[in-house]
Antibody
């Protein structure tokens, strides 16, 4: 069974940092692009960042550029999101998700359960 | 303001057919596949339609997707009470070099 387990969320102060992790299992992790999507309380889904299967190509939403870094360790089947200089409007549940192909333009087919970040 | 526009709400009675629209542009829906996601409160989204019109394994045939030009639609036939949820469209945007989501549509089953 394909699964992603996100962790690392919590309470952070404005200007602080957090590193989210997403442990994947049930598929060949290194063959698929991966993405982080967030959802602020009561709001819709917002794309945050995408990483190619090999880790060489990264894509960021404007809200994340310069502050967030997406990375992966294919030997540990784990996706990361390092978040620096956190702001109150980064408060959200963060979901990791697997693309249905190695190509980043193909969409997300399996989502993790989410981890909650509160900046206050 | 989302790059792709969905109606904020939709409704129908059990057994009816409901259609949710998603309006984008040439750089997203017009050039790439559309995906549709269903989300219940407090849970992660689940894919309903992939690559504009394909139903992943386990998704009932009542759900169907279509795309024409820069717009896409999700149709739900034989509406059931358990379909009451939020629905989001998504596509890659070539101009933004990133993913865009519609604002979401809350479906109420009356």
């Amino acid at each position: 069974e394909v699964q992603m387990l996100a962790s690392g969320g919590g309470l952070a102060q404005p200007g602080g940092s957090l590193r989210l992790s997403c442990a994947a299992s049930g598929f060949t992790f290194s063959n698929y692009a991966m993405t982080w999507v967030r959802q602020a309380p009561g709001k819709g889904l917002e794309w945050v960042a995408t990483l190619s299967s090999g880790g060489g190509d990264t894509y960021y939403a404007d809200s994340a550029k310069g502050r967030f870094t997406i990375s992966r360790d294919n030997s540990r089947n784990t996706l990361f999101l390092k978040m620096d200089n956190l702001r109150a409007d980064d408060t959200a549940t963060y979901f990791c998700a697997k693309h249905d192909q190695f190509v980043v333009t193909y969409g997300l087919d399996v989502w993790g359960q989410g981890t909650t970040v509160a900046v206050s | 303001q989302s790059v792709m526009t969905q109606p904020p709400s939709a409704s129908g009675t059990p057994g009816q057919k409901v259609t949710i629209s998603c309006s984008g542009s040439r750089s997203n829906i017009g050039s790439n596949y559309v995906y549709w996601y269903q989300q219940f409160p407090g849970t992660a989204p689940k894919v309903l339609i992939s690559r504009s019109n394909q139903r992943p394994s386990g998704v009932p045939e009542r759900f169907s997707g279509s795309k024409s030009g820069s717009s896409a639609s999700l149709a739900i036939s034989g509406l059931r009470s358990e379909d009451e949820a939020d629905y989001y469209c998504a596509a890659w945007d070539d101009s933004l070099s990133g993913w865009v989501f519609g604002g979401g549509t809350h479906l109420t089953v009356l």
